[in-house]
């Protein structure tokens, strides 16, 4: 499980995706409410990170760097329009995560041919088995 300064860096990352068009919908901001519960984040917190961000805490575990870039496809496609400057900045972030830019890019790519462009989770652990292997 990841630790405290882990999940604050997780949902400042997310917050900062989030706001790369200079707002924070509805939408995402009541998604991003939601993972900062199942992170167990208080809402004071929360509200710190939104005009603070925190440096990026790398994690330890291959699984939840999967999770955490599966977290951000979803908050990507939350918005009607995803924009090349997203497009690149959840590419960036999945390399930085030390996920490998094959299965990154593939899981883009089939974005696109999921309904409301929502890779299923199993889809997309077996795109990153393919590369951890």
């Known amino acids: ?17 989030a706001k790369v068009d200079d707002t924070l919908k509805t ?3 009541n998604f991003l409410i939601g993972i900062a519960r199942q992170l167990d984040i208080t809402q004071e917190d929360f509200d710190y990170l939104l005009n603070h961000p925190v440096n990026f805490a790398y994690l ?10 599966h977290r951000l496809v979803l908050l990507m496609n939350l918005s009607d329009e995803i924009n090349k400057e997203k497009w690149v900045r ?3 972030f999945g390399l930085r995560m030390g996920l490998s830019q094959e299965s990154i890019n593939r899981v883009l790519d089939l974005m696109e041919s999921f309904p409301n462009k929502i890779v299923p989770p199993d889809v997309l652990i077996d795109i990153f088995k393919v590369q951890y292997n």
Do not use: G
């Open 1 to 17: 499980m990841a630790s405290r300064v882990e999940k604050l860096s997780l949902l400042s990352e997310m917050i900062a995706f």
């Open 27 to 29: 939408i995402e901001y």
């Open 60 to 69: 330890k575990t291959h699984s939840e760097r999967i999770v955490q870039f």
């Open 90 to 92: 959840i590419h960036n």
